[in-house]
């Protein structure tokens, strides 16, 4: 059973930082992309950052420049660094793995999500 477990989330006053870290507990399992998600209030989710297994990321527009995501593949740990934080990056932010135990189809998974608020 796959379990990702997220923290560093919390409240922060805009222009602060924040860094969150993720850590899937797996065996045999191979993992592909490694991402972050974010939910508003009253939105829907939507991906904020993604890294890859060989480290190629990409960004939402909305977080270019502020935030950089990174991966410790010996730690099965990604992490979202997030500076300059705005009060619009308040949402949950969901940690999301893409892949498989071995010889399994790649799927996603998906952390309980941790709470950022940025006031202003």
């Known amino acids: 059973q796959v379990q990702l477990v997220e923290s560093g989330g919390g409240l922060v006053q805009a222009g602060g930082s924040l860094r969150l870290s993720c850590t899937a507990s797996?065996?045999?399992?191979?993992?592909?992309?490694m991402a972050w998600y974010r939910q508003p209030p009253g939105k829907q989710r939507e991906l904020v950052a993604r890294?890859?297994?060989?480290?190629?990321?990409n960004y939402a527009e909305s977080v270019k420049g502020r935030f950089t995501i990174s991966r410790d593949n010996a730690k099965n740990t990604v992490y979202l660094q997030m500076n300059s934080l705005k009060v619009e990056d308040t949402a949950v932010y969901y940690c999301?793995?893409?892949?498989?135990?071995?010889?399994?189809?790649?799927?996603?998974?998906w952390g309980q999500g941790t709470q950022v608020t940025v006031s202003s």
């Open positions: 890294i890859g297994s060989g480290g190629t990321t």
């Open positions: 999301n793995i893409y892949g498989a135990p071995y010889g399994a189809s790649s799927r996603d998974y």
């Open positions: 797996i065996s045999s399992f191979s993992i592909n992309n």
